[in-house]
């Protein structure tokens, strides 16, 4: 399913698991169209399919970027290298050689994942390192005349994370640095998974992107927000509460997971059973726990005990 958000920008469902508005992708037209995020191997079919049916032929795509490596916004880049030959592959600098060489990734992932990463993810199939471009802090990726996508090092949920910013429209592609927001489920949930997430650097991230007044947000997970400074408010707000929570667990040797699911479980009350899987599934209180004590315990071990967000 194919809907355009704004002149110029369609939203492709790329259907995770058969979940409809679960994982996006984003094509930008012009003289070189670009697509943001292939979402999951799994999800390459359904890709192709909507790319098909929008009339991108395989010599017509000159560009794939990936706001970061995670195997539901990169894992189809390989599968999406061969099918357009003639596309670049923009990813962050950090997360480049892991497109080349994904089998360290993909065995992390399968530490992680278990029986999900090839029931529901799939893996991630090599891109070929004359394919690939890496993209610095600023750098522009032309889409036309009149469009240009800026990037925005965005670390935070991820070292290799980044973020364009269209120029024709002012959308910004926000992968997941502003956390998950599922439409049918309609609560903003922090994504902050291990290995690297980092408290400071995420909020730092969300400043940057308010910096540049986007005229929209447009998520992996999912969909277009219109309204993008009360969002990222929001965003820097939450994510803030549920560090607080998740450090003061820590200081007592309690359970985080516990603790972040007994403080925020009433934000769930109101939202269908079905749809608070598909949530719990891609966006987990037990990862975002495990992330949170990763942060923490690296914060101690490199000098000092760890703070907490806005604490001195």
Do not use: C
Not at 184 to 193: E, F, I, K, Q
């Amino acid at each position: 399913m194919s809907t355009e958000i704004a002149p110029g920008v369609i939203e492709i469902d790329t259907l995770l698991g058969g979940w409809e508005r679960v994982t996006a992708g984003y094509l930008l037209t012009g003289p070189a169209p670009v697509l943001i995020e292939t979402g999951s191997q799994s999800s390459v079919p359904a890709l192709l399919e909507a790319l098909a049916a929008l009339g991108v032929g395989a010599d017509d795509l000159a560009g794939v970027a990936v706001t970061h490596i995670h195997l539901d916004h990169a894992g189809g880049v390989g599968d999406v290298a061969r099918a357009f030959p003639s596309a670049s592959v923009y990813v962050h600098g950090k997360g480049a050689r892991h497109l080349v060489d994904p089998s360290r990734l993909v065995d992390s992932a399968a530490r992680v994942y278990g029986p999900l990463l090839d029931s529901l993810y799939g893996r991630l199939d090599p891109t070929p390192a004359e394919r690939i471009h890496v993209l610095e802090d600023g750098e522009e990726i032309r889409v036309g005349p009149d469009r240009v996508l800026v990037t925005v090092d965005s670390p935070g949920h991820a070292k290799h994370h980044l973020a364009l910013h269209d120029s024709a429209s002012g959308v910004l592609f926000a992968g997941d640095a502003v956390g998950v927001r599922l439409p049918d489920a309609g609560v903003l949930r922090p994504s902050t998974p291990p290995p690297d997430f980092d408290l400071e650097q995420a909020i730092h991230s969300l400043g940057r992107f308010a910096e540049r007044r986007p005229a929209g947000l447009a998520l992996a997970h999912y969909g277009l927000v219109p309204d993008p400074i009360s969002l990222l408010d929001e965003a820097r707000e939450t994510l803030t509460r549920w560090a607080e929570v998740a450090e003061k667990a820590w200081k007592e040797g309690a359970d985080i997971a516990d603790a972040l699911d007994d403080a925020f479980a009433g934000d769930m009350g109101g939202v269908d059973p079905a749809q608070r899987e598909k949530l719990e599934t891609l966006n987990g209180v037990h990862s975002n726990a495990a992330g949170f004590r990763r942060w923490l315990e690296t914060r101690a071990g490199s000098g000092g005990e760890a703070q907490g967000p806005g604490l001195a």
